[in-house]
């Protein structure tokens, strides 16, 4: 008995150092005098790793530029260092990898790329106090949780379904919606029918598939039927390639509108000489039109090649944290996250500016059309 | 206890001295976790614990009566959505937890009864191939009820679930408990730890009972079972809403300790890697199938490191540790069946079986 | 009633693929009475396989008549898929022919889970696409509904490969004994029928089918992806229990049927539930059906002599 007692009084007593010891270790990364680390995350892994790299690139390419420009923040020279982690576009896996980057000591997160992975993780960034920008989520959800370290780069859902649906009304009276039923198609495709209706048009079906299908000619003979002008698809390139496909084999002849989701060379690759005149949105505005735009297409293609979609949006997002950083004159994530809603910015996808919940404040939305093969800009509507 | 009785007094105070030095060092795990991998790690083996839940209930179902089911995840989104339903700004209800998970559990039993009752005539890879079915009805139920009528917010899901509060202590804060300061994963570790503790009691006492021994007596020859006047239908029954009791109580844990619910969270995948939990730990074994839960969830999360290593061996990553994974997987599950189709820690009756059918 | 004879068309042409894939499960389930699951991954082996046959062809050769290019993948895919077939049932099969039934049901899944893996470490996450110019572009209007040339062809093969099979099964020797091992493998065995072989065969002849199956769909779709196998096996499978699991004529009407039934409940369920029901459930159908014949008629609609075990 003596003996287990003895046991038992150890293994507390070790268990108590070894957790002590954690406790420092903690507090000496928040205030240490190493690199500054800002987390980015997104999938690194599985069928979205392309685009979630993207963001790690765009986030690193803006990161080594402001490292080169030597800061000097809080009268100390400071260097910078993204810790990249792999979320899998997966809720959970989401949350586990927000607490390794909290644990890390991070001072903001730039992340993630799907609003299903960026919304759970948002309320650990929000209970450790970590700012946080997202690049690419685009659920109204996202920044209506009321976390006050919830910020985004890129337009939500409303934003984009307004112009979209609005475009959608201008280009034909009677429109059909398909939509993936995932959280971004769905999001998307439900404020576009508010918006075509509320322009006035006749939204005259409403139909869903889902992002694994590739057989869509059921639900076009039932839109054909209803003889509709333009038809919006809210969802993927891989899915809309099909449709576009299936909708020449059925002989209609609607205009095919999308969102971002849509608008990438893939889609044109998978649906070859069916793409053209195909119309597809993607938010703020053409590389080109910016003043810093084409020098950062220079940029990041000489690093890391094509930019993929969201590269721009993660670059900018880096840019506007150290920017409040900066202002505040600390990397402390409670000073400086007063200065991030004060943000007044022109990076290379338009000017940025938080409203109060967090959400980009007035994003212009450009529209592209596929034409000889290539997605060319139509216009920039303002909203 | 008849077991204890017949060791002598020294080995009795042995087998109590461990006992005692397994609940301290559960009891300590989570900190000794933190301070040397970090914080995140304590929320792995808080999932670890969700999964050990999830594999035990199956583990009735599978282990047990031999039925092969491919759709149990749906019983998990089965009591993760009645949580988040009945938790959350979605319906502006805020209901205490001790009615919210009985409510689960037992919605999730219920519809454990309705999958059984029509499938009770089939066996084997029919079975399995019904209830993936099944599984996946459900899901796509919870992926499109949002219109016309908006019951689960469809594939947006569901945020800012309430957490799980004990008569007004929340575990979705930190908080000092005698001293010590204990975070919102440190918190939950101790209530899924109980829970486990709880699901891991029932199932011994089920193994050893009547009813156990029932569900062992069907899977090994319904035929004879029925002969020997066991009521092969209520007993197949119940093994299907044991096992979804166990799924919706793990639910309401998951949506309570994530705070966010989605479709996709619900998928296949999901179920078969529950199913690989226990094939690869030891059907119808306890200590196999709590291995296995452990296993299938901290392997992923070791195998990230295979990327750092990867880089330092070859410059650059050759196989994403996330395909590595799944690969790896579909490889043990068929190198198990080949090789040692009772699993890691095989049950002894198992094991028996195994061998006279390879003889 | 255009509308109708367009559902009609898209419900025969999806429909012909599920019976493809279908006849592989009920081949190999009359003999074995066992689910292959990795089936609808040899389908999207096979898809692969030709894609990138004809990939590589149309960059080297790239003024070779399109149907050849489109011939020669598939002359590759054929006998690959073959291969893929005979392996999967020695390496996971076979050793377990006597186990319990569960054994070789997860095998099947580690197998599918595998191939799946490889296919995507091979070919990549993304969607590869088909290159549509090699083959005929023509739209035909009949009775106001339209179908292009790679649909009619689709529909002509599935016929005539189901009339070489029934042909196979029923008046060759091979066929005698597919037959013989059916009813019982070791009575077969004793007069002198090669059982093993036998059953290599079946799944041989199989993953053939799923070869062919998984080329016509990436023509008729314009694209293949690593994860497509899956949920086609699923619904093939499904309408093979529709027809009656073990049963060649059950096999394709049970496919035909099946196609029909998702593209008419797709097209029409809005409609008839006053929209509180919509496409979103055309995946369900599949499964509804296979529970309702399970459940009300678990021999299927022709149904065959062995089906005790269900």
């Known amino acids: ?383 | 206890m008849n077991v204890l009785d017949t060791l002598t007094g020294k080995a009795k105070s042995r087998v109590w001295l461990t006992a005692a030095l397994l609940l301290l060092g559960l009891v300590l795990l989570p900190f000794l976790v933190e301070a040397s991998l970090g914080k995140s790690w304590v929320r792995i083996i808080d999932l670890a614990l969700l999964y050990i839940m999830l594999a035990l209930g199956l583990n009735i179902v599978v282990g047990y009566a031999g039925l092969l089911d491919l759709g149990y995840v749906a019983f998990y989104a089965v009591g993760a959505y009645c949580w988040a339903l009945l938790a959350s700004p979605q319906f502006g209800l805020n209901l205490p937890f001790w009615i919210i998970l009985p409510a689960g559990a037992a919605i999730a039993a219920l519809f454990g009864v309705l999958l059984g009752t029509p499938t009770l005539r089939l066996r084997g890879d029919y079975l399995a191939i019904v209830t993936l079915g099944f599984g996946e009805i459900i899901r796509i139920f919870i992926n499109n009820l949002n219109a016309p009528i908006n019951i689960t917010n469809g594939p947006q899901g569901i945020t800012l679930i309430e957490p799980m509060s004990i008569f007004g202590f929340s575990l979705g804060k930190t908080q000092d408990v005698l001293g010590l300061t204990l975070s919102s994963p440190h918190l939950y570790y101790y209530l899924f730890l109980l829970c486990v503790a709880l699901v891991v009691f029932v199932c011994v006492r089920l193994e050893n009972s009547r009813i156990g021994r029932a569900w062992v007596a069907i899977r090994e020859d319904e035929m004879a079972a029925a002969a020997a006047g066991i009521n092969t239908r209520n007993i197949k029954l119940l093994a299907f809403a044991m096992g979804a009791t166990f799924g919706g109580l793990s639910g309401g844990l998951f949506a309570s300790f994530q705070g966010f619910v989605s479709p996709e969270s619900f998928n296949l995948m999901e179920s078969i890697m529950i199913l690989s939990m226990i094939v690869l730990g030891g059907m119808g074994n306890i200590p196999g199938v709590i291995l296995g839960a452990i296993l299938v969830t901290v392997i992923p999360e070791a195998l990230r490191y295979t990327g750092d290593l990867q880089r330092v061996l070859f410059g650059q990553v050759y196989i994403d540790p996330a395909d590595l994974r799944m690969l790896l997987f579909g490889i043990a599950l068929v190198m198990m069946m080949l090789f040692r189709p009772a699993g890691l820690l095989p049950s002894k009756q198992r094991k028996r079986e195994f061998a006279e059918d390879a003889a | 009633m255009d509308i109708f004879a367009q559902q009609l068309i898209n419900g025969l042409v999806l429909g012909s693929v599920y019976a493809l894939v279908a006849l592989g499960y009920t081949l190999v389930y009359g003999i074995l009475e066992l689910i292959n699951f990795a089936h609808g991954e040899t389908t999207m082996m096979g898809s692969m396989i030709a894609l990138a046959v004809i990939g590589a062809l149309f960059g080297v050769a790239p003024d070779l008549p399109g149907i050849v290019i489109v011939l020669t993948g598939l002359l590759v895919a054929i006998p690959a898929c073959m291969l893929l077939g005979y392996s999967i049932e020695r390496v996971a099969y076979r050793p377990l022919r006597h186990a319990p039934r569960l054994a070789p049901l997860i095998t099947a899944i580690g197998i599918s889970i595998v191939l799946q893996n490889v296919a995507m470490l091979i070919w990549g996450k993304q969607y590869i696409a088909f290159p549509t110019t090699l083959l005929p572009q023509g739209r035909h209007e009949i009775l106001g509904a339209s179908i292009t040339d790679v649909q009619i062809a689709i529909l002509v093969l599935t016929v005539a490969i189901m009339a070489g099979l029934v042909i196979l099964v029923n008046r060759t020797r091979l066929g005698r004994a597919m037959r013989a091992t059916a009813q019982a493998p070791a009575v077969a065995q004793l007069m002198g029928v090669n059982v093993n072989a036998v059953i290599s065969a079946t799944f041989i002849i199989g993953s053939a089918l799923a070869a062919i199956a998984g080329v016509m769909v990436s023509a008729n779709y314009g694209q293949a992806h690593y994860y497509m196998g899956f949920l086609l096996g699923l619904k093939a499978f499904s309408a093979a229990v529709l027809g009656g699991i073990g049963n060649l004529a059950g096999a394709m009407l049970g496919g035909l049927l099946l196609g029909v039934i998702e593209a008419l409940g797709a097209g029409y369920i809005g409609d008839l539930t006053g929209g509180f029901l919509g496409s979103h459930y055309q995946d369900i159908f599949a499964f509804m059906v296979l529970i309702l014949v399970l459940t009300l008629k678990p021999s299927g609609l022709l149904g065959s002599k062995s089906v005790e075990r269900a």
């Open chain 1, 1 to 383: 008995m003596k003996s287990s007692l003895l046991a038992l009084s150890i293994a507390l007593a070790v268990g108590l150092t070894v957790s002590a010891c954690g406790d420092k270790k903690e507090g000496a990364a928040a205030g240490g005098n190493g690199p500054v680390k800002i987390g980015q995350s997104s999938p690194l892994t599985g069928p979205q790793a392309h685009i979630g790299k993207d963001n790690d690139n765009g986030a690193r390419l803006a990161i080594d530029e402001i490292n080169a420009s030597k800061p000097v923040i809080g009268g100390k020279p400071v260097t910078f260092e993204v810790m990249s982690e792999d979320d899998q576009a997966d809720p959970k896996t989401a949350t586990i990898v927000a607490q390794r980057m909290v644990d890390a000591g991070i001072v903001g997160v730039i992340g993630h790329l799907n609003s299903g992975a960026t919304i759970p993780a948002a309320k650990i960034y929000s209970d450790n106090n970590i700012p946080q920008i997202s690049p690419s989520a685009t659920a109204i959800k996202y920044t209506a949780q009321g976390f006050k370290t919830a910020y985004r780069v890129m337009t939500n859902d409303e934003q984009q379904g307004k112009v979209l649906g609005a475009y959608a009304a201008k280009l034909g009276k009677k429109v059909a919606i398909i939509d993936d039923q995932t959280a971004y198609g769905q999001g998307l495709a439900a404020e576009v029918e508010k918006a075509a209706k509320a322009a006035g048009a006749e939204v005259v079906a409403v139909e869903h598939t889902n992002d694994k299908a590739s057989d869509f000619s059921a639900i076009l003979t039932s839109i054909k039927g209803k003889a509709p002008d333009v038809i919006f698809f809210g969802g993927m390139d891989p899915q809309a390639a099909p449709i576009n496909k299936q909708m020449r084999q059925l002989g209609m002849t609607a205009q095919l509108l999308g969102g971002d989701g849509m608008q990438t060379p893939k889609f044109i690759e998978l649906a070859g000489a069916d793409a053209e005149g195909a119309i597809a949105s993607i938010p703020g505005l053409p590389l080109d039109k910016m003043p810093k735009g084409t020098d950062f297409k220079q940029k990041f293609e000489a690093k890391y090649g094509q930019i993929q979609l969201y590269a721009p949006y993660a670059y900018d997002a880096a840019y506007v944290m150290v920017d409040a950083m900066k202002r505040a004159d600390s990397t402390d994530p409670a000073k400086y996250l007063p200065e991030l809603a004060k943000t007044s910015y022109e990076g290379v996808t338009g000017k940025i500016s938080f409203d109060a919940k967090g959400d980009l404040t007035s994003g212009p939305i450009t529209l592209y059309k596929v034409q000889g093969g290539k997605w060319e800009t139509l216009e920039t509507v303002q909203p």
